[in-house]
């Protein structure tokens, strides 16, 4: 069964691939990006997500985004939970052709609604996320104002896939590593979406240590591929990204006390 649902991704990493060479103006960065992700157990039902990730130009040198989310958690059982949040992200110029066509950095507004589903096929554990998002970008209606003053709605559906497999054992167990590979297409959609129907690709590689159940480190390869909501002179503009990932994972347990 694990197999045939690996086999079922493979049209997602080539997708992205075919749009990227039937462009005529493709450009290319080195990336990394740095994260942290807490969620705090409110209740058996509901928990508070917080994360931030800090994406860098260069690997390291230059800002390529700022990522800043909270959310509220609803487990409906151990394998089904759904998230609504808010996202404060803020995307700064960087290579050859900055996303903002002024070559400015711009702050973008997020609501996000998400469900999330988890299971095990043999020694796989697999994980299948969907998300929804209400986008508010800033986009500057003049060259000579301070900060933007408009933030039209762009809505964009997301899925990824992920899988985990124990390098030791059967299953993911503390103080054990693992290795995760991850797909995640992004879509567009509605009357402000021009250009980029399809608007990136997400493909992830991943080492991964569990210390134990609250603080897992991982860290590994990314490749980012992502499409303009704008033309240069008539092209459309895909960026391609590839670089290092390193994500914290914490969990804690805020119930503890309380039952004490």
Known sequence: MSYRLLLAIIPFFFFYSSLAQNTRLNHYNTIGWYNSFGTFKLSDKFGLHTEYQWRRNKIITDWQQSVLKVGLNYNLNPRVLFRVGYAWIETFPYGEYPINSLGRDFTEHRIFEMVQISHKEGIVDLLHRFMLEQRFVGRYSTTNLPKEDEFPLVNRM??????????????????????????????????????????????????????????????????????FGRQINGQNVFQHNNGVIVNANFNIDLTKKTKE
């Open 158 to 227: 997301r899925y990824m896939i992920r899988l985990q497999v124990p390098l030791i054992g059967k299953e993911i167990k503390d103080k054990a590593p693992y290795v995760a590979v991850y797909n995640e297409i992004l879509i567009g959609f509605g009357k402000n979406v021009t250009a980029n129907v399809f608007d990136q690709n997400r493909l992830g590689a991943l080492v991964g240590y569990r210390f134990n159940k609250n603080v897992k480190i991982e860290t590994g390869y990314i490749n980012q591929v992502l499409q």
